[in-house]
């Protein structure tokens, strides 16, 4: 899976940034969740981060964000609340089934 992402979503240089500087908006503990999407909210309010688990195993791993946000919230592909997710600093944890998509929104 990671030779098509390579393949299909080549990597982008941008000018103006800080040479030596590694900067990552998100990431997350385990090789077999794959962030997908990272986007502002449909409703505009709050952020939406998209994930996968893609080895067929049931994963607790953890989502770390590199900026501030009070809540997290596990929702449906709809972005409907689903239930509250439990945050510890700027990491939020989250439980994937095999083959699962969890939405993550964090305000």
Not at 11 to 36: C, D, P, R, Y
Not at 55 to 75: D, G, H, R, S, W
Not at 90 to 104: A, G, Q
Request: aromatic content about 6%; hydrophobic content about 40%; overall charge negative.
């Amino acid at each position: 899976m990671d030779e098509a992402y390579k393949l299909n979503q080549p990597l982008t240089a941008l000018t103006g940034t800080q040479g030596g500087k590694n900067f990552s908006f998100a990431s997350i503990s385990h090789s077999n969740v794959v962030i997908e999407t990272i986007k502002q909210a449909e409703d505009g309010d709050g952020i939406v981060i998209r994930m996968y688990e893609s080895e067929n195993a049931l994963t607790k791993t953890k989502l770390t964000v590199n900026m501030p946000f009070e809540k997290a919230y596990i929702c449906n592909l709809l972005e409907e609340t689903e239930s509250e997710a439990a945050v510890s600093g700027n990491s939020i944890d989250v439980v994937l089934k095999p083959f699962e998509i969890v939405t993550v929104l964090l305000k």
